[in-house]
């Protein structure tokens, strides 16, 4: 796990090309972390994670802008996900917006799904192994958690974690490179979740992903050079079937004990000092008639 990573089951397209299709892209294995502590860690009420470690936790805020949903019959970034450009010819877009408005993921947690303001398009009938969406790369998000101790840890807008529920801020974060080196680590890949398998890819604006090589600018930290969106693909365990009967697609966003982390950055004692997104997985819900 490292910091201010973020998982989704995503995507987005572009044809490749094959002068891009040669260069060597970054990938990192990712998971969905590790949940922070209520009870404490080796004993310790006070602590909420191992020493140097970080934890995940539910955000009170979650605020993403998203740009557009598809779904596809296979991976838009190749079967072994280092594809250079997203490819849509094996997709259908369900969702687009040129110029989304932010929304409050964890507002609508356990609720009606959210009426966004982009086009909507209903998938042709077909089975789907994969989904996609595409983000901007900037996530606001907050949130509090209750060590065993009692100690209330909370967000902080310079992604700093203070204490007392009255200092909560929300922290704007944008997501650079997956690795923590001096190259472009633009791919973090298959993160076991519910419904499959989710990867998640920064790119830039054309959905084009950084040569691992030369992508990187100077750091640290490192950051690469396409960014500026969030593309990533989730993989389905089972697929999603698209009949005449179909009416809606839903992806359902899990932030439970997800979405934002907690990480010991000084004095190795299993307490939060810094603060940032973190993973989230989901499913698929299919409305028939």
Do not use: W
Request: hydrophobic share 40%.
């Amino acid at each position: 796990m490292f910091k201010k990573v973020f998982q989704i089951g995503l995507g987005a397209g572009f044809l490749l090309l094959a002068s891009l299709a040669q260069a060597q892209v970054g990938n990192v294995t990712g998971d969905l972390g590790t949940t922070c502590s209520a009870t404490g860690v080796g004993g310790v009420a006070a602590k909420t994670m191992a020493d140097d470690g970080a934890c995940t936790f539910t955000p009170a805020a979650y605020k993403i802008s998203i740009f557009e949903m598809g779904l596809c019959t296979a991976n838009p970034f190749g079967a072994a996900q280092t594809g250079v450009t997203f490819d849509r010819t094996n997709c259908v877009i369900t969702y687009a917006d040129a110029a989304p408005a932010v929304v409050d993921i964890v507002a609508a947690l356990g609720g009606a799904p959210i009426a966004l303001t982009g086009t909507s398009t209903p998938p042709a009938e077909n089975t789907y192994t994969h989904a996609y969406m595409i983000m901007d790369d900037t996530f606001t998000v907050s949130g509090s958690f209750t060590a065993g101790d009692g100690t209330v840890h909370v967000s902080r807008a310079d992604g700093t974690a203070a204490t007392g529920i009255s200092n909560i801020q929300e922290a704007a974060n944008n997501l650079t490179n997956f690795g923590d080196g001096t190259n472009c680590d633009s791919g973090f890949l298959d993160v076991p979740v519910g419904a499959g398998t989710m990867s998640a890819f920064i790119t830039n604006t054309a959905l084009e992903r950084s040569a691992r090589t030369s992508g990187a600018a100077a750091g640290p930290p490192s950051v690469c050079a396409n960014s500026g969106r969030l593309t990533g693909v989730m993989s389905l365990t089972t697929p999603v079937v698209v009949t005449s009967d179909t009416l809606q697609v839903i992806f359902n966003f899990d932030l439970t004990n997800q979405g934002v982390q907690f990480f010991d950055d000084a004095g190795s004692n299993g307490i939060p000092d810094q603060f940032g997104s973190g993973p989230f997985s989901g499913s698929f819900t299919i409305v028939n008639r």
